[in-house]
C-alpha cells in the first residue's frame, strides 16, 4: 500500500510517498509562499523517484491545519483535485498532531507544546503527553499570543519541550518560562510523519471523499477570507466558511 502525502500548513512544504513498509521518496522547500509552485513538481519527482505508479496509490493525506491560511488552502485544494481525478480516497490530520509525533520519543517525563507560528503576533499551540506509541493530545487547539502559550508553559509543573516554528519564533519568551526549546530543524510538520499516521486509517478503510475535506481554522477571519470567491475546485467545492474542527483520534 502507498499512500501520496501533502503538507502545506507552515512556511515549509514537503511531499512524501510512503506506506506500511516506510518512505520511498519525500521532497521538502523550505523557502516560504511557494507552495503552489513547488508542489505539482515535488509530486511528480516522488512518484518518479519512489518508482510508483499513480494507479498503486491507496489514496492522499493531507495536513488540515491550523496554519498559514494560503498555504493549508494551496495544500487542501491540491489534495482534492489529485484524489478526485483518480477517484482516491482522503485523509486529513491536524498540523499541530503532526509535529508533536515527531517529538514521541521524549521520554524525560515533559509535556510537549507543538507551536505554530500564525503570524500577527500570535501563535497556534496544543498540549501533548508522549504514550509508548505516538502521542496524546491533552489541551483543545489554542490561538493567542507568545506570553499566554508562555503562561501555560510556566504553568505545567513537569516542564515542556516546545517544539515547532512558533517555538523557535519565540524562544527566549519560552525560556523565561521554564520552556524548553527544540531545534529549528524540526519546526515544522512534515509530510512523512502525516503518511505514517495515516497510512493504518486507509488500512481500516476510515477515509473521507475529497470532497469533504475541511481545514482546521482558530480564526475567525482566516476561515472567511476569499473563501466564498475561490471557485469550486477539481473534486472539491466551494464553501462559505469552513467549520472548526479536530482532526480524528
Known amino acids: 500500500m502507498y499512500v501520496l502525502g501533502i503538507d502545506t500548513s507552515t512556511a515549509q512544504t514537503s511531499v512524501c510517498i510512503g506506506g506500511d513498509r516506510g518512505v520511498l521518496a519525500s521532497a521538502v522547500l523550505g523557502r516560504a509562499q511557494a507552495h503552489g509552485e513547488f508542489l505539482s513538481p515535488a509530486i511528480r519527482f516522488c512518484l518518479e523517484q519512489g518508482r510508483v505508479e499513480v494507479d498503486r496509490l491507496a489514496g492522499v493525506a493531507?495536513?488540515?491545519g491550523p496554519g498559514l491560511y494560503t498555504?493549508?488552502?494551496v495544500g487542501i485544494a491540491a489534495a482534492q483535485a489529485f484524489?478526485?481525478?483518480?477517484?482516491?480516497?482522503v485523509v486529513g490530520l491536524g498540523s499541530l498532531d503532526l509535529l508533536a509525533y515527531e517529538f514521541r520519543y521524549v521520554r524525560d517525563?515533559?509535556?510537549?507544546?507543538a507551536v505554530i507560528d500564525a503570524r500577527r503576533g500570535q501563535v497556534f499551540w496544543a498540549f501533548y503527553r508522549p504514550t509508548h506509541d505516538g502521542v496524546q493530545r491533552v489541551s483543545e487547539l489554542q490561538v493567542g499570543t507568545p506570553d499566554r502559550l508562555a503562561g501555560e508553559v510556566e504553568a505545567t509543573p513537569e516542564g515542556t519541550l516546545c517544539v515547532g516554528d512558533g517555538a523557535v519564533a519565540h524562544a527566549a519568551r519560552?525560556?523565561?518560562a521554564r520552556g524548553r526549546v527544540a531545534t529549528a530543524w524540526k519546526g515544522s510538520p512534515r509530510a512523512e510523519a502525516l503518511v505514517e499516521l495515516a497510512t493504518p486509517r486507509f488500512e481500516r478503510e476510515e477515509t473521507q471523499r475529497p470532497e469533504d475535506l475541511r481545514a482546521i481554522y482558530l480564526r475567525g477571519a482566516d476561515a472567511k477570507i476569499s473563501w466564498r470567491k475561490r471557485g469550486a475546485l477539481a473534486g472539491g467545492r466551494p464553501a462559505d466558511a469552513p467549520p472548526v474542527g479536530s482532526p480524528e483520534g
Open 62 to 64: 493531507v495536513s488540515l
Open 71 to 73: 498555504g493549508m488552502r
Open 83 to 89: 484524489a478526485h481525478a483518480r477517484h482516491l480516497p
Open 109 to 113: 517525563n515533559r509535556m510537549i507544546a
Open 174 to 176: 519560552l525560556a523565561s
